[in-house]
């Protein structure tokens, strides 16, 4: 049983691109959470997705950045016309039932790096 | 601010020694979960307690609750040089999302 899918590894864009950064859940897990990561600091929760619905969005900017999690296929982070501040290391978790009841299993996350 | 503070922000022992690090929180909550990151890695679960547990074990690892202080503690007993990651408390509250704090970096040195 493969465990969170996260890709590409690394991504470098310029200022001004778009970013997409993809998230296969583990088999049979329908709740999806994305996080981001600073160099040594904690995860700062964005978003929390349950199979085609967005649960709790209170950690995504109002700009720019947007996450789905289709019936069919990865959940995917979008970040339009990205900025130097938004290097980080992005994680996917994902869980079988909501967070009161399961752990989230991590990927080893998108390091994102602006240039 | 956090929901969750790790304390110590860092901490360096010897092979062999315990390590203790605590977890404290604000409101009150579900459940509390220990994580464990290796360096460039994501992720990895050790433990979730309940608000109504006190205590669980998993192997070398001891994970306490008090919620009338509001905290955690993390104990890895006989720790050995692969035990050297950074260790993150996350609280869950009303079945929302889990938030993490800032993490114990914990080193083992052989």
């Known amino acids: 049983n493969a465990g969170v899918m996260q890709n590409p590894r690394h991504l470098v864009r310029r200022r001004g691109q778009e970013a997409r950064l993809r998230c296969s859940p583990m088999k049979g897990h329908s709740h999806v959470y994305w996080y981001r990561q600073l160099p040594e600091e904690g995860l700062k929760f964005m978003v929390y997705?349950?199979?085609?619905?967005?649960?709790?969005e209170s950690g995504m900017p109002k700009e720019r950045f947007s996450a789905e999690f289709p019936k069919e296929g990865p959940s995917i982070l979008r970040i339009q016309q990205v900025v130097r501040g938004d290097s980080a290391a992005y994680f996917c978790a994902s869980s079988p039932q909501g967070p009161n009841n399961s752990p989230l299993h991590f990927g080893n996350g998108t390091r994102l790096t602006v240039t | 601010s956090q929901q969750g503070e790790e304390d110590p922000q860092a901490l360096s022992i010897q092979e062999g020694e315990n390590a203790t690090m605590n977890c404290s929180y604000k409101?009150?909550?579900?459940?509390l979960q220990w994580y464990r990151q290796n360096s460039g890695r994501g992720l990895v679960h050790l433990i979730l307690?309940?608000?109504?547990?006190r205590e669980k074990h998993s192997g070398r690892l001891r994970v306490t609750l008090d919620t009338s202080k509001k905290s955690s503690s993390l104990l890895i007993t006989a720790s050995r040089a692969a035990d050297t990651a950074s260790y993150f408390c996350?609280?869950?509250?009303?079945?929302?999302?889990?938030?993490f704090g800032d993490g114990t970096t914990l080193t083992v040195k052989p």
């Open positions: 409101t009150s909550i579900n459940n």
């Open positions: 997705l349950q199979k085609e619905n967005i649960i709790d």
């Open positions: 996350a609280t869950v509250i009303n079945a929302g999302k889990s938030t």
């Open positions: 307690i309940r608000s109504n547990e």
